[in-house]
């Protein structure tokens, strides 16, 4: 009995992630965050005022990128899900092997190259080819947070540790790449009205990449039989809790994707803060980064799905504010910092309820095992389907209402559809998303029972391998 307590009691530490176990796993999603920051916040405008493209050749770039990284998701976690596993466990070769490829691409999509024929296949190629490699090591890296530890708070925290490291990156993609873009861009050209800057901006925060495979990983893989693509697809989204939960973030997230999406067009064009949206962007990321460990607090504390109301309503005075008042740059960083509040809880709040999901989903299917990377894929994919949209309409709303690339001063129709972009149309898809989540089934008290009963099912699993540990310990 004291030997069988003594197992019982070491297989518990290994569940138990020390902070250097949680840094070394939430470092890996800095560089998809520089990046994809980088991409979302000013590569349209790069393509427009770098590149010199035509804004309607940019737009079909970033529309059919976003477009083709969304597809990429689940075809890569099935694959992932379909993939041997090694001794280096399942997901960490996807990620090593396409690193070196994404950063190649990554610095071609930054690069002018010396012809005009063919320009705009080469972005549109360089920028697909990329997104595919950031997806192979995302997809992977994601799923890795059912591996690292079978308990849920801990798994909790090391979600925490992720979306600081996360966001911490988009501040340095916001800092570096908007200092370069800033002062990179042309100057602008006499348009009809008294606005300054005709730049165009569309940002969509992908989450997460790279990645750490912890020792004990081996210990508790899944096994199960491979199944097909569309067998995946009517697997996971049969289970109606994440079917639920990604119909709330793909509103939440269209809504925040069209706010930050627009708001640095928004602040140059409508505001007239030309010279200083990079560094207002900094501030709404900086407070990001700051409020993430409270939204971790106020979940623990609360629950998760009051942590997602409260984070998704307290960013809807300032959409409110920004475009009810006048142009004043210090007003304007005020409500930029306080709204990066919302912006935290949007980081954080997805990933942290993600892992309940595939629980409860184990707990009702305990033979159906090892299919983490479609449920991470599949979100990943809506999100991004969102980001498509919101690019989307973003881009005909703008064409639409008569903007002027690189104008000094665009008409009116502009300056009223970019308010309806970061405020109004935010606001109604934020709040699609809480009713939806109002249905959500998965309380408090449904995911603690989860949690003691998988502890039950794994008990009984090890209590078949226990002699003979024993006997090894002996």
Same mark, same amino acid.
């Given at each position: ?16 992630? *020390? ?94 190259? !010396?012809? $005009? ?39 909790? *925290? ?33 348009? !009809? ?10 940002? *969509? ?35 109606? !809790? ?7 973030? +793909? ?17 140059? *064009? ?103 990377? +479609? ?36 008409? #009116? $129709? ?16 934020? +709040? ?36 003979? #540990? ?5």
């Amino acid at each position: 009995e004291k030997n069988e307590h003594l197992l019982r009691k070491t297989k518990g530490f290994l569940n138990k992630l *020390s902070v250097c176990n949680k840094i070394c796993y939430a470092v890996g999603g800095a560089p998809y965050q520089i990046t994809g920051c980088a991409l979302g916040f000013f590569l349209q405008i790069y393509l427009l005022d770098v590149a010199q493209l035509d804004p309607f050749y940019a737009s079909i770039i970033l529309f059919v990128g976003r477009a083709w990284d969304a597809v990429t998701d689940p075809t890569v976690g099935f694959l992932v899900s379909r993939s041997p596993w090694t001794r280096f466990g399942r997901m960490l070769p996807w990620v090593v092997l396409s690193t070196p490829l994404a950063v190649l691409s990554y610095f071609l999509i930054w690069f002018v190259p !010396p012809f $005009e024929e063919g320009k705009v296949i080469w972005y549109l190629f360089f920028y697909c080819i990329f997104q595919t490699l950031q997806t192979c090591f995302h997809v992977p890296y994601s799923a890795l947070t059912m591996f690292i530890s079978s308990e849920q708070k801990e798994r909790d *925290s090391a979600t925490a540790y992720r979306m600081t490291v996360e966001v911490l990156g988009t501040v340095l993609g916001t800092a570096i790449q908007g200092q370069i873009v800033g002062m990179a861009t042309a100057p602008c050209l006499p348009g !009809p009205a008294d606005i300054a800057a005709g730049l165009n901006s569309s940002l *969509s925060v992908g989450l997460n990449a790279s990645a750490r495979l912890t020792n004990y990983t081996n210990s508790c893989r899944p096994r199960s039989e491979p199944m097909g693509f569309f067998q995946g697809i009517k697997l996971v989204m049969g289970h109606g !809790p994440y079917a639920k939960l990604v119909m709330v973030f +793909l509103f939440t997230s269209l809504g925040f994707m069209l706010l930050e999406g627009n708001f640095a067009l928004f602040c140059s *064009s409508t505001l007239g803060f030309r010279n200083d949206f990079q560094n207002i962007l900094l501030a709404i990321m900086l407070s990001a980064t700051l409020a993430i460990p409270f939204w971790q607090w106020f979940l623990t504390r609360f629950g998760k799905k009051t942590a997602v109301c409260a984070g998704s309503l307290s960013v809807v005075p300032f959409m409110i504010l920004v475009v009810c008042m006048k142009s004043n740059l210090i007003i304007t960083y005020i409500v930029s910092f306080a709204a990066g509040v919302g912006v935290a809880a949007a980081f954080l709040l997805p990933w942290s309820m993600l892992p309940d999901v595939v629980d409860d989903f184990q707990v009702q299917n305990p033979d159906s095992t090892g299919h983490e990377a +479609l449920f991470y894929s599949f979100y990943v994919f809506f999100t991004k389907f969102a980001s498509g949209v919101s690019l989307g309409i973003s881009t005909l709303s703008l064409d639409f209402a008569g903007y002027i690339s690189r104008g000094c001063s665009q008409p #009116e $129709e502009v300056a009223i559809t970019l308010k309806v972009l970061v405020s109004a149309a935010p606001i109604g898809l934020i +709040l699609i998303g809480l009713v939806i989540l109002y249905w959500y089934p998965i309380t408090e008290e449904r995911r603690q029972g989860n949690r003691k009963l998988l502890q039950e099912l794994r008990d009984e699993a090890d209590s078949e391998t226990d002699s003979t #540990e024993l006997v090894n310990m002996i």
